[in-house]
């Protein structure tokens, strides 16, 4: 801008001289142009007094104007610094929620996992109360009725053991066909072989490993202290088989009683599989025989035990 009204002065100043001269050169009066000179000096002097005022003016509003933009840069950074620190909270509070949120889902399947169990283990209780019951019952009626009711109970029983035998064979037959492994022999009896098939039956299909021993010979039992020992190791290693990372089964006696202890290794608890244990230890006095399931440190621990023949 001051380059400007510099070119402007320079061009008045020219034209004053330009007039000053001609004037002077046509009337031939020094005294007259001595006097236009003045008038033209005085005048570019007030121009250049006035040009030279504007000029500070402006210069102080060029100035004013600079502050004024630097306040205003100064506002927007400190107001996105605010807005950057907002959108952090705004985030913070987001996530606390979502974790909140989470929280509660979970306690709520917590709440319901753990209803579920308490039903459970309620009908548990009841189907086992109903089997002794039951059981009490059939004993009442054996020792109060004639020989001809324990003879036909016998029967049932040696009948039901020799349908388990069939199966077994079966079984065996299909393991040889495909190669499996060869049946318990020794002291574990027909209940080895019955365990044996069991437990490749749980590696093939569960695919959870497992492990039998066989230790001292089992005592004389009926057919039915035979099906009960079997029936309920199975069924209590059908129910834990998903739950743990292996499994031992040690068959052997005691005196006269014969026992399966079964190891859960790496055991998961969970609502389910305890509440059928709890059914099946429930129905074992039913089927005069016993069921002990230890649930405190892993491994978990259930023993089936059966009294042989005096």
Do not use: C, N, Y
């Not at 402006?58 to 610094?81: I, M, P, Q």
């Not at 020794?186 to 069991?198: E, Q, S, T, Y």
């Amino acid at each position: 801008m001051a380059f400007v009204w510099g070119l402007l002065i320079g061009l008045v100043v020219a034209v004053a001289v330009a007039v000053a001269f001609t004037v002077d050169r046509r009337s031939g009066g020094r005294r007259r142009a001595a006097v236009l000179r003045g008038a033209v000096l005085a005048g570019l002097v007030r121009d250049l007094q006035a040009a030279g005022a504007e000029l500070s003016r402006r210069d102080a509003h060029v100035g004013e104007l600079e502050h004024a933009v630097a306040g205003l840069e100064a506002t927007v950074v400190a107001l996105s610094a605010d807005a950057f620190d907002a959108a952090q909270r705004a985030a913070d509070v987001a996530s606390r929620l979502a974790e909140a949120e989470a929280a509660r889902e979970a306690a709520e399947r917590g709440a319901a996992e753990a209803e579920a169990a308490r039903e459970a283990a309620e009908r548990g209780a009841a189907e086992a109360e109903a089997a002794r019951e039951a059981a009490e019952r059939g004993a009442a009626d054996r020792g109060g009725g004639e020989g001809g009711g324990a003879e036909a109970e016998a029967s049932a029983g040696s009948a039901l053991w020799e349908l388990e035998l069939v199966r077994l064979e079966r079984d065996e037959a299909m393991l040889a066909a495909l190669g499996g492994p060869a049946p318990v022999a020794g002291a574990g009896g027909a209940v080895g072989r019955i365990l044996a098939g069991h437990l490749e039956h749980v590696r093939e299909e569960v695919g959870t490993p497992a492990d039998l021993s066989v230790g001292s010979a089992l005592p004389a039992l009926t057919p039915a202290a035979s099906l009960a020992l079997a029936r309920l190791a199975l069924e209590i290693i059908a129910t834990v088989a998903k739950f743990a990372d292996h499994l031992d089964v040690d068959l052997g006696a005691d005196g006269d009683v014969a026992r399966i202890r079964i190891a859960a290794h790496g055991w998961e608890r969970s609502p389910l599989p305890e509440s059928g244990l709890r059914r099946i230890a429930g129905l074992a006095p039913g089927l005069q025989a016993s069921v002990r399931v230890e649930l405190g440190d892993e491994p978990l621990i259930a023993t089936v035990e059966v009294r042989g023949l005096a």
